[in-house]
């Protein structure tokens, strides 16, 4: 096959010079980051390809709002609901990681929170994160005010500590006592 001669140096020119990445598309600004899907059970974020559940645990979506009463688990009552709620639906729901979860918080918003119209009826303050750590603490053996909250290895704690988002502040706290009561909002993949 012959090409022409300024055809072969365009050719040629192309094959040594870098080529050029498609940048990724702009990322949604704003409320088109968040929608509600065709049946407004859940909440589609675009940019993680991520469905939120629209009700906390315990609240039905009626068509208009959540209605009832939100439920307050314990961190292991959180993750058996998750895994009962994907097992029953067959969709593989889950605790949101921490990061995902302080996304649903407007900062700009006065006051500060989630979006009403997307998540209606939402109740404030923490929520369960799936995000978890495991902290071996030194303590002192013979002080028994500070194995109150954990289990001791000779003279380490483990701290049975869980992680919350304020869902007013966006503030993640890695502290939680796992027996706290906390409402859940739960998540799973858009595919």
Request: charged share 20%; net charge positive.
């Amino acid at each position: 096959m012959t090409f022409a001669p300024g055809l072969a140096t365009l050719l040629l020119a192309a094959a040594v010079l870098p080529v050029a990445q498609a940048a990724d598309p702009p990322a949604p600004t704003g409320d088109t980051a968040l929608a509600p899907t065709a049946d407004g059970t859940g909440v589609f974020d675009a940019r993680a390809r991520t469905i939120w559940a629209r009700c906390v645990e315990g609240m039905q979506w009626n068509g208009k709002t959540c209605v009832g009463q939100a439920l307050l688990l314990t961190r292991a009552e959180a993750s058996a609901r998750a895994k009962a709620r994907g097992a029953a639906e067959g969709l593989p729901w889950r605790l949101p990681r921490t990061l995902e979860l302080r996304r649903l918080v407007d900062k700009q918003a006065q006051p500060p929170g989630v979006d009403a119209k997307l998540f209606p009826a939402a109740p404030g303050g923490l929520h369960w994160s799936g995000t978890a750590t495991v902290r071996q603490l030194s303590v002192n053996p013979y002080n028994y005010n500070n194995i109150a909250s954990g289990r001791t290895s000779g003279s380490r704690l483990a701290a049975l500590e869980g992680w919350g988002v304020d869902m007013d502040s966006a503030e993640a706290r890695g502290d939680v006592p796992r027996s706290s009561k906390l409402p859940v909002r739960l998540v799973r993949g858009a595919d």
